[in-house]
Every structure is written in structure tokens, then in C-alpha cells.
């Protein structure tokens, strides 16, 4: 949920908050502890204006905020339960409370989008739909993606935010990373663009796969990325870990990530991006002459 939705508005016609609503109109930034108007949060793509801290966005408002126009394909595709996954709750009730947040019936939103004019086919996964976890739907969304950007050649956009592969489908989960990773092959024999987005968090085998598997790959600035926790990785290597080790930022400095690009910036900058990558963006420009 977006703060938009998330923060009540005042009755149309009243003058000023009442009590109960007063609070309603400010937040607090998780990093600068700083209280500030909510719109004027809104105003800035949901970006702190004294720190610059970016809050987390919904799969919806992340689309409103990169495109022109959107055309949602596969939104009819959804989960079914093969395992009979049954733990403190069956998944078919994690998956109705994830219909129930979000409205849709996975964590993934694919289609053909319009961003400064370039047609591309933008997967973007929503967090709120059982942690933006990667089952058996979300790959076949990608792969459906893949295949759209092949046969118009467009270039793909995949914007993450995931803690990994879904649990409740075991294998039936893990095999989406080889199947994502194989398909985004053969858009690379195709000689199209992927452009990987990494936003806060991105995790688990959403990370190990085609999340890092972009000709460019891009992460907004303060995003959590990595594979595992920092509490196991401890444990695993036994030792302390740098300050700051999952951080976009650190990743840059690093070489595992090509750019950290503000929010206000990205949709110039992907525009920018697919038009150097796309192999007739030469032969477009003379045509133009």
C-alpha cells in the first residue's frame, strides 16, 4: 500500500483536521526520524525531503510513476496450491490475504508500457503480495514477457522487490529461476535489451537469477539487495560483515550493479537507456533526419 492510500484525507468542505485526523497528515521517516507533510512526501515520489530516504511504493504507483500509458497482459494468471501446502496457515488462505492487499492474484504485474515514448515490455513485482516472493505465476508472467519483447523487439524492464522464492511451492518455485534465467538467453541471442531494476528489498532467489542477470542493472538509492540475512551470512562465514554490505550503494562501489539512480530520475533515465541499447536506435535516428 502506497501513502497515498495509506494516510486519511479531510472530509471535503471542513477546514481543518479534526483531532483524530491530524496525525494522518504527517510521517516519519525511518531514516532521518524528520516528521514531515505527507504530500509533501507524494509531491517528491514518495522521497523524504530532508534525507532522501525512498519509501517503499506499491507495483501500481511504480508504474504511474514510469510510464506514459500501461496495457496489463496475463492478470487472469493465478497460483494453485500442487504441494497442499499446509504450515501455521494453508497457502490458499496466504494467497486469498494477498488477493485481499493487493487485488490481484500474484505478486507480479507484466504488460506493454509507453515510457518517454519507447515501447518495452516492464514486469514490476509488488512486495505486498506475500513479500513479492517468485512461485510458479511469476515466472510464467516473465517468461510470457520475454516472449512478448522477442516477437515485438522490445526491450524488457523487470522492477524487483522480493524476499525470494516462494516456500509454499518448494521446487515448483526454485525451477522459475532456471526458467527466467533460460528465457532472458534467448533474449540475449535476440540482441534486446534487459534492464533490471533493484528496489527495496530484493532478496533470495529473485537475487540469484535474473535480477542480476541484466545488461544494465539499476538500484534506487538505500536499497536492501543481497541473497541471505545478514544474521546467517555471519554464521555461515564466521566473521563480521562491512558496514553497510547489502546496500545499493556498497554494490555499486563493488561493481555488482551498474548505477543507483534517484526515483525522480528514473523514468529519463530507462528512456535514455533503451534507445542506446536498442539495435536499430542508429538506424531510427537517420531515417529522423
Known sequence: MGLEKFFKKITIGSSRATKEEAPSHW????????????????????????????????????????????????????????????????????????ISK????????????????EKVQLVVFDFAFMGGSLGSVEGEKILRAIKRAIDSKQALIICSTSGGARMQESTF????????????????????????????????????SFAFLGDIILAEPGATIGFAGPRVIKQTIGSDLPEGFQTAEFLLEH???????????????????????????????????
Open 173 to 208: 518455485s526454485l525451477m522459475q529461476m532456471a526458467k527466467t534465467s533460460a528465457a532472458l538467453n534467448i533474449l540475449a541471442e535476440h540482441k534486446l535489451p534487459f534492464i533490471s531494476l533493484l528496489t527495496d528489498p530484493t532478496f533470495g532467489g529473485v537475487s540469484a
Open 27 to 98: 510521517v516519519k521517516c525511518p531514516s532521518c526520524n524528520a516528521i514531515v507533510y505527507y504530500k509533501e512526501v507524494l509531491s517528491q515520489c514518495n522521497v523524504c525531503p530532508k534525507c532522501s530516504y525512498h519509501f517503499k511504493i506499491s507495483a501500481q504507483e511504480r508504474i504511474t510513476l514510469l510510464c506514459d500509458s500501461f496495457e496489463e497482459h496475463d492478470k487472469e494468471l493465478a497460483p494453485t496450491d500442487p504441494l497442499r501446502f499446509v504450515d501455521k496457515k494453508s497457502y490458499k488462505k496466504r494467497i486469498e490475504e494477498g
Open 102 to 117: 493487493t487485488g490481484r492474484p500474484s505478486s507480479v504485474i507484466s504488460g506493454e508500457g509507453v515510457i518517454n515514448g
Open 255 to 289: 561493481g555488482l550493479i551498474d548505477m543507483v539512480v534517484e526515483r525522480k530520475n528514473l523514468k529519463e533515465t530507462l528512456s535514455n537507456l533503451i534507445r542506446l541499447l536498442n539495435p536499430n536506435y542508429e538506424n531510427q535516428c537517420l531515417l529522423n533526419r
